[in-house]
C-alpha cells in the first residue's frame, strides 16, 4: 500500500515537472531556454534577439568611479536604454577610484564577491582566474557574444592581449582605436604670456629655461604680486609628469621605466641620458623654476591652480590643456610642439599604441549564476554605435547623428569641459565599451579632441617606435614582478624625486646603480623580455 503511494506521488511530481518545462519552452519565440536568477525567480534566457530575459534579472556589479560623476549609473541614460532593452538591472557597489583598488583586493580577500567586477589588474586577472574565483569566457564569449567575437577575430592582438598563459580568457577589454599613435603627458606652455614678452614658443631645453625664467621675473598676471608659476606638474602621473621630457636627452622614460628597443628590454632609469636629464631639472627646480608642490600635489590641486581667477600658471604637462586650466583658457595654451630639443640635437616623445586598452575591463566571478545573461548584458555594449555612447555621452545629447552618416559632437553646457558633460550620461573609462578606427572617424568631434589629433600627427615624427605591449604574464612571473617592480620603482620614484630637488645625483649615481642590481634590476627585466618574446612569436 505505501509503495502505491509514493509510486503515485512520484508519478504526479514527474507530471508536474514535466507540464513546467513545456509551458517553459512556450513561454517565448526566440529559441529561449528556461533559467533561474539570484533572487530564484523563473525566465526565460534567449540566445539571440531582445530582450536577453522575459523576466528582469538582477547582477550585481562593484567597480570604481571617477569622482566627476554625480549621477546614479542606474539613472544615466545609457544606462537606463541598455536595461529597457535587455531586462537585466544591475545593483551596483561603486567605489570612487582612488579607494577601488584596496576596496578590490579587500572583496577579493574577503570572498564575498559581486556577479561581476569592473576594472581588474593584470595580475589579479591571472591570480584569481588560476584560483577559480574569475570565470572563463571565451567559450561563453564564442557562443553569446557576436560583437565582441567579431572584434577578436578580426584583430588578433587583442585576444592576445586578454588571453593568460593558462590559455583561458578571464575578461573582456575596453578599447579605444583612433588608428592614431597616442601621446599622454604633453608639454603645454602659456602663449599668452609668450605674446606678452614678445617670445616665441621654446624650441630647444635651453630656450625653455630661458623662457621659464621670463615667466618667473615677470608680473604677467598684472595682479601685483610675485605669485607666477613657470612650470608645474603632478609628479608620477603617466599624462601629468616629465617622462617625455626625457626624450630631449635621448632616452624617454615612463612610469615602470621601460624601454624597449629593436626588440630588447632596458631600463630607463639606469643610463646616462637619464642621469644627465635629472641634472637638468634640477638646475630647474634650484633657479626656482618649478612648483616645489609638484611633487606633493594632486590632480585637483593643480587643476586649481589652473583655473585660479588670476592666471598663474606658465608650463605645464597634461595628457590636455583644458584639463588644468579649464576651457576658458583652452586657446592661451598652445603644446611645445615639435618636442624640446636637447644638448645634442636629441628630440624624442613617447608613444602609445594607437589604440587604448584595458584588458581586464569586466571580469565574471564564481558567484554569478547567470554568466550567459551577463555576456550578452555586456556584449549589447560593444555594438559600434552604443559603445560610442557609453564612452562618449548619448546620440541626442551629447552627440547628433547627421543625414550623410556622420557624428557631430554638441557644444558643452555653460561651466561644463567636455570630460565633465560626456560623465553626466555615461560611466565612460570606468566601463567597457570598444571604439574602433572606422567608427571612430565618423565623428567630427568637440574642439577641444579635434585639437587633440592635430597635436598628435604633429609629434608623430618624434615618438618611439617600440613600446612594451599590453599582456598577461603567467602567475609565476606576475608574483615574481610584483615582489620585484614595487620596491624597485618605488626607490628609482623617490631616489629621482630627491635628486631634482636635493642635487648630488654625481656622489650617488654608482650606489643607486649597484642598489638596483642587488635588488633584482636583472631578473626583472629577464622576465619583461621573455613575456616580449613570447608575445612577439605568437
Not at 27 to 36: E, L, M, P
Amino acid at each position: 500500500m505505501n509503495k502505491r503511494k509514493n509510486r503515485s506521488a512520484l508519478l504526479a511530481l514527474v507530471s508536474a515537472l514535466l507540464l513546467t518545462a513545456a509551458l517553459s519552452g512556450c513561454s517565448g519565440d526566440k529559441g529561449g531556454s528556461g533559467g533561474v536568477d539570484s533572487t530564484g525567480a523563473t525566465e526565460a534566457f534567449h540566445k539571440t534577439g531582445l530582450p536577453i530575459v522575459d523576466t528582469p534579472v538582477t547582477i550585481t556589479v562593484a567597480g570604481g568611479q571617477n569622482v566627476q560623476i554625480k549621477k546614479p549609473w542606474n539613472d544615466m541614460l545609457v544606462f537606463k536604454n541598455l536595461e529597457q532593452k535587455t531586462n537585466v538591472h544591475v545593483e551596483w557597489q561603486l567605489t570612487p577610484n582612488p579607494d577601488w583598488n584596496n576596496k578590490r583586493s579587500l572583496l577579493f580577500a574577503g570572498g564575498d564577491l559581486p556577479d561581476v567586477i569592473l576594472n581588474v589588474s593584470a595580475g589579479d586577472l591571472v591570480k584569481y582566474g588560476a584560483q577559480g574565483l574569475l570565470i572563463p569566457l571565451e567559450n561563453l564569449i564564442d557562443e553569446y557574444a557576436p560583437n565582441l567575437k567579431k572584434v577578436l577575430d578580426a584583430r588578433p592582438e587583442f585576444r592576445r592581449a586578454i588571453t593568460a598563459p593558462d590559455g583561458h580568457i578571464y575578461s573582456v577589454p575596453r578599447i579605444l582605436d583612433s588608428g592614431i599613435e597616442g601621446v599622454s603627458d604633453t608639454l603645454w606652455i602659456n602663449k599668452k604670456w609668450l605674446d606678452q614678452l614678445s617670445l616665441p614658443v621654446p624650441a630647444t631645453t635651453e630656450q625653455f629655461r630661458d623662457t621659464l625664467q621670463a615667466f618667473k621675473s615677470n608680473d604677467l598676471n598684472g595682479n601685483g604680486k610675485s605669485d607666477e608659476i613657470p612650470f608645474s606638474f603632478v609628479y608620477g602621473g603617466q599624462s601629468t609628469s616629465l617622462y617625455s621630457l626625457f626624450g630631449a636627452f635621448g632616452v624617454l622614460d615612463n612610469p615602470d621605466h621601460l624601454v624597449v628597443e629593436k626588440g630588447k628590454v632596458s631600463f630607463s632609469a639606469v643610463q646616462p641620458a637619464y642621469k644627465e636629464a635629472i641634472q637638468y631639472f634640477h638646475s630647474l627646480y634650484k633657479a626656482g623654476l618649478i612648483d616645489p608642490e609638484s611633487f606633493t600635489q594632486n590632480s585637483q590641486q593643480f587643476t586649481a591652480k589652473g583655473t585660479n581667477p588670476e592666471p598663474l600658471l606658465g608650463a605645464i604637462v597634461n595628457y590636455n590643456n583644458y584639463g588644468v586650466v579649464g576651457t576658458d583658457r583652452i586657446n592661451d595654451y598652445v603644446a611645445v610642439v615639435p618636442p624640446l630639443k636637447g644638448p645634442r640635437g636629441d628630440q624624442l616623445v613617447n608613444a602609445y599604441p594607437a589604440y587604448y586598452m584595458v584588458p581586464g575591463a569586466l571580469a565574471v566571478t564564481n558567484r554569478n549564476k547567470r554568466p550567459e545573461v551577463t555576456i550578452r548584458w555586456i556584449d549589447q555594449v560593444f555594438e559600434p554605435r552604443t559603445s560610442w555612447e557609453f564612452g562618449f555621452g548619448p546620440f541626442g545629447v551629447n552627440y547628433e547623428e547627421k543625414a550623410d552618416g556622420t557624428i557631430e559632437a554638441n557644444p558643452n553646457p555653460p561651466g561644463m569641459n567636455f570630460n565633465q558633460f560626456r560623465l553626466s550620461e555615461a560611466p565612460a573609462n570606468d566601463f567597457p565599451y570598444i571604439i574602433l578606427k572606422d567608427f571612430y572617424d565618423k565623428v567630427k568631434q568637440s574642439p577641444e579632441v579635434e585639437n587633440r589629433k592635430k597635436l598628435v600627427a604633429a609629434v608623430q615624427p618624434f615618438q618611439a617606435k617600440e613600446y612594451y605591449p599590453t599582456l598577461l604574464f603567467s602567475e609565476q612571473d606576475q608574483n615574481k614582478l610584483d615582489q620585484l617592480r614595487k620596491d624597485i620603482v618605488d626607490y628609482v620614484n623617490q631616489r629621482q624625486a630627491q635628486w631634482i630637488t636635493d642635487g648630488k645625483i654625481d656622489a650617488e649615481w654608482d650606489a643607486y646603480v649597484s642598489q638596483l642590481k642587488k635588488m633584482g634590476l636583472d631578473e626583472l627585466l629577464k622576465i619583461y623580455q621573455s613575456n616580449l618574446d613570447r608575445y612577439l612569436s605568437e
